[in-house]
Every structure is written in structure tokens, then in C-alpha cells.
């Protein structure tokens, strides 16, 4: 399954290693294996702060010496009255101090879904709460990505389902702001993926990948390890190139199995397959 | 769940019972539930002819009175090699001949998914195939429903995957040969779903209903009846209308659990939910 077109091999140092990749290990297990593994940068979720707590986790990150790619999550904008409306703008405005505290720029947004059958709404509400969150990006330096989900989720994630949704979205606002996401995973089947990546040009905060697995029996937790599926890394990667993104890839695998593995074996399977394929 | 506007309930002379929704009853004995239950209108799949033959199902349908809105499925175009290509080919004629011979003029088409990671090539294919079939379509007054399947269904099933790309496709040839299908449990989530609703008009060969439960463990079997989900199906009915369909509105569930309902069960609930709901 692997590509065998000729091609320069991608750096590792490339590499970001989403937390989510190695989901039931604690943060300083997780940071003290990057560092071991000469993995450079690490990709952070906000339920795992809980495991030191926020000022801890980002003194343990800067001790790693490793950098941030970015903070997942914020967003579930859509709500169901103004007091709900008033606790997710709150929740998003710790999410993004939280950012900065650990040292990085990029708040991911996970728009959510709708509260009723209503998409349209939602949707708007999306934008609303983005556009309410500003402020806060601006003065704190960071800056959101708005992520489409696969289609898949659209009932209990994300009402944000395509590219060119969440580039209509950040074309909104000012590119210091509002950015996107390209998750190979989200994406892959759009069949204005290659368009939308180059009008997403100057706006691509981070570059997400892992595979779509055949047979899928359940698509939220079976994405695997990249070279295992079917999506065209190697492609989309140089696509997000062309579109001006050199940043960091992250590798943010959701499944049980490679969760189970131990990290030592996770780490090196990650980084030669991101070199194999991506 | 279910909407509460004041509105005009849908007629149920509109209702075809796509045979899905029966899928572990012979053909005898769904078309004798319909007729039981005052359903004028089926849907076929081909998977159930091998019951009773091709020329018999024919007659117990002439002899049913009912209608018969369309057969599913012909399609699965991208092949590996030409070998395969041409028993793809000839197996989609005997379908453009099955559905004459059955009293239809619409064959539904799935597509089929890419033989290996090239999405591009697989489109190409299915663009190629649907076009070699155009002088047997002529000839067998069929026309070809260009079916966009749920984005999750990619790897799988279809790389057909929005009302957009369908409509593409479709306008690439008469619309007396190719038009499209919008099944709502496929294309509920598109953001462009109301706009492309519209480009369809005068395209539009078959609305298809059911519903998108939520939790959807598995995408492939969790359709609902309607109003049991999310899916705002009134909206879409309407919207298909005011492209100009007014034919038949298949209710077509892959569901385990209705499929173990006596059919004298499921008939009552799904027109119930048709005039509730749709």
C-alpha cells in the first residue's frame, strides 16, 4: 500500500506528535517519549492538562525543550440559550490563555454540532462565536483554527464539514486571527480538497495526519497509522506546501489499538511511516 | 423530535417503499404488504430479483399494481484493469435492461469506490463509464440516477460524494439520459446542499428519506426512521420541489432493527412518519 514513486524524504523534524496519538498515556509519560525519540515538537489537548494542571504542564513542556504546534480544542459555538452561549464563550476564552500560557499560537476550533436539527443556525452561531472571541485572540497572540470534520461527525462534532466551509469562515476575519486546519482525515474524500487547499493559501495553521482505514466499522475511532489506509498523504502534503505551509505535520491518531501499544514502539512506527508516506 | 409547523401533510400516494427497507422479506411478500397497506409505489434493488427471477418478479409486479419508482443498483464504475472494465460494463447494461423490464426508466447509480488511493482517476472512470452506457440507456428509455453517497462511504462505496459533484457529472450529458438522486441521509450535512438542490432542477430523478440517528455507531446500518433523527426533512422535500420534483419519495432505511419489524408494523410507521415528518 505504500507509495514507491521516487520522492525527497520529509524530515522528521517535521513531525508533531498530537497528544491524542498516545491518548491513555499521562503528559509527562508522553513528553519524556518525544524527547527520547528525537521528536521535536508535541501537539497538546486541554483534557490532558488535567493531569498536571495548566501552570505545571507548561512548565514540564518548556523543560522537554519541546515546542507547540497547537492547543486542542476549542469551539462548540452552537447553543441552545444565551446562558449556555455566555459559559462557551467563557470556556473558549480560557482556551485561549491556555494557548498562550503553553507556549503556542494555535488555538484548534472543533466547531460542534448543531442543538436541534437547525444547521443553518449553527452555523451561524459558528461564526458569531468566533467573531466574539477576537479580542481575546488578538490581545493573547494566538490565533484559531477553524477545523472541518468528515461529514461523519456533522451530527455530534462539527456543523464545519468541508474545507471550503472553514475557508469561507476564516475569510471573515483577518488572517492574524482566523486561520484553518487541514486534517487529512476530515478531508480526504472532498472533491474540492486540491482547490480549497490553494485558496486556503496564507491561512493554513496546521497540517493534521493519519489514514482511513478499509474496512471502517466505526469512523470515530478508527483512523489509522499512515500508510495503513487509503488516503493520499504524499499528495495532500504537497499540495499544503504549495498552499505556502511549512510548519509542523502533526500525527493524531484516534485508535484503540495504537493507543494500547507501547510508546517506544508507537514513536518509531509514527516517524517512519511520516517519512514513508507523508 | 418532530417538527411543529402548521404545514400540508404530504399526500402518502407520493411514498415508494425502497426495498431496503425490507431487506429480509422475499419480494412476494413486500410487494403483497404494500398492496395490503395501500403503498402504490417501489423501489426494486437487484440483489432481490434472484428471489424469483427477473421475468417473474416482473409479472408479480404488474400483477401487484404497483409502480415501481426505480432500481438500485447499477454503477461501481472504477475498475483495475480492462478486463474488469468490461464486465463492469456489461453487467450495468443487463441493469439498463432489468429496470425496463421491470417498468422503470430510472437505474440508480453507485458509483463505486477507487480500486487503490487514486480518487482522481476513479472519478475519471466513473465519468467514462456512465458515458459508454448512454446508447443502451437511449434504447431502453432508462434514465441513470447519479446517486451521491455520504462522504463516510468513500473507501467503500462511492467516490461520489456530494449533490455538487453529482450535478457535474450529470450535466455532462442530456438530462433525458443522466439526472441525479438526493438521498437525504446522504447529503443532509452539505453545506451547499440547498444551492445544489436547485442547479438539479429538472435533474432530479428521486428524492430518497430516511434519517440520521444520533449516536450513529455504525454509519452503514444506523439509518432511521424518519423523525427519529436529525435530518431536517421537510425542508428538503421542499426544496426538491421547488427544483420541480414532484414524483415519488422513496423511503429507504438500512436498519436492522426495522427490518426485524413486522412488515404490517413498519408499513403503518413509515407512512405515519412520511406525513409527519417529510
Known amino acids: 500500500m505504500l507509495p514507491t514513486v521516487d520522492r525527497e524524504v520529509l524530515p522528521t523534524d517535521r513531525l508533531s506528535l498530537n497528544q491524542m496519538t498516545t491518548d491513555l498515556r499521562g503528559m509527562q509519560e508522553t513528553l519524556d517519549a518525544c524527547a527520547r525519540h528525537g521528536i521535536s515538537t508535541i501537539g497538546l489537548w486541554r483534557h490532558k492538562l488535567d493531569d498536571l494542571g495548566l501552570a505545571e504542564t507548561a512548565r514540564a513542556v518548556r523543560a522537554s525543550g519541546l515546542a507547540v504546534s497547537s492547543l486542542c480544542r476549542g469551539g462548540f459555538f452552537p447553543v441552545a440559550s444565551e446562558a449556555d452561549r455566555r459559559l462557551r464563550h467563557a470556556d473558549n476564552q480560557r482556551a485561549i490563555a491556555e494557548a498562550a500560557e503553553l507556549g503556542t499560537s494555535v488555538l484548534v476550533l472543533v466547531c460542534g454540532p448543531a442543538v436541534d436539527r437547525d444547521l443553518e443556525a449553527a452555523r451561524r452561531m459558528v461564526v458569531e462565536g468566533i467573531e466574539a472571541l477576537l479580542p481575546d485572540t488578538e490581545s493573547a497572540g494566538v490565533v484559531l483554527g477553524v477545523e472541518a470534520l468528515h461529514p461523519v461527525y456533522t451530527a455530534e462534532r462539527s456543523v464545519i464539514v468541508s474545507l471550503a466551509q472553514a475557508n469561507r469562515i476564516a475569510a471573515l476575519f483577518p488572517p492574524e486571527l482566523v486561520g484553518v486546519i487541514v486534517d487529512a482525515y476530515h478531508v480526504w474524500w472532498d472533491?474540492?480538497?486540491?482547490?480549497?487547499?490553494?485558496?486556503?493559501?496564507?491561512?493554513?495553521?496546521?497540517?493534521h495526519v493519519s489514514d482511513w482505514l478499509v474496512p471502517s466499522p466505526d469512523p470515530l475511532m478508527s483512523r489509522g497509522m499512515m500508510g495503513d489506509g487509503v488516503i493520499e498523504l504524499h499528495k495532500m502534503r504537497l499540495a499544503v506546501e504549495s498552499a505556502g505551509y511549512r510548519g509542523p505535520i502533526e500525527v493524531e491518531i484516534f485508535n484503540r489499538a495504537i493507543w494500547e501499544m507501547p510508546l517506544d514502539d508507537v514513536l518509531p512506527l509514527a516517524k517512519a511511516r511520516f517519512q514513508e508516506t507523508v
Chains 1, 2 share one sequence.
Do not use: Q, T
Not at 472533491?191 to 497540517?207: H, N
Open 191 to 207: 472533491p474540492c480538497l486540491y482547490d480549497e487547499i490553494a485558496v486556503a493559501s496564507g491561512r493554513i495553521l496546521g497540517f
